[in-house]
């Protein structure tokens, strides 16, 4: 079985910044992908960021050049770098595992099977 564990929210202020971690235990595949998604107060889930195990990257438009996803093997540990960030960045911020690589929908949410229970990030104007 599958465990996701993000930790690393906080508030913080606009133009600041945080790193998500997302630690993964259980058995891992060698073909994977990985996200990154977040929920806002009465808004649907969206995907922010995935990586796959060929080291491909994905962003939402919302957060190229401001957001990077990156993976320590070694480590189990999918990160998320979030810079200049800004008050609609607020939101709950999980991350996913699909054993697959997902090249078309690779933000999908329904295309990812294991999830983490979240960590609240928080921006302030």
């Known amino acids: 079985q599958v465990q996701l564990v993000e930790s690393g929210g906080g508030s913080v202020q606009a133009g600041g910044s945080l790193r998500l971690s997302c630690a993964v235990s259980?058995?891992?595949?060698?073909?994977?992908?990985m996200a990154w998604f977040r929920q806002a107060a009465g808004k649907e889930r969206e995907g922010v960021a995935a990586?796959?195990?060929?080291?491909?990257?994905t962003y939402a438009n919302s957060v190229k050049g401001r957001f990077t996803i990156s993976q320590d093997n070694a480590k189990n540990t999918l990160y998320l770098q979030l810079n200049s960030l800004k008050p609609e960045d607020t939101a709950m911020y999980y991350c996913?595992?699909?054993?697959?690589?997902?090249?078309?929908?690779?933000?999908?949410?329904?295309?990812?099977?294991?999830w983490g229970q979240g960590t609240q990030v928080t921006v302030s104007s």
């Open positions: 996913a595992v699909a054993w697959w690589v997902l090249t078309a929908t690779p933000l999908s949410s329904h295309e990812y099977n294991f």
């Open positions: 990586i796959d195990s060929n080291g491909s990257t």
């Open positions: 259980g058995y891992i595949y060698s073909t994977y992908s």
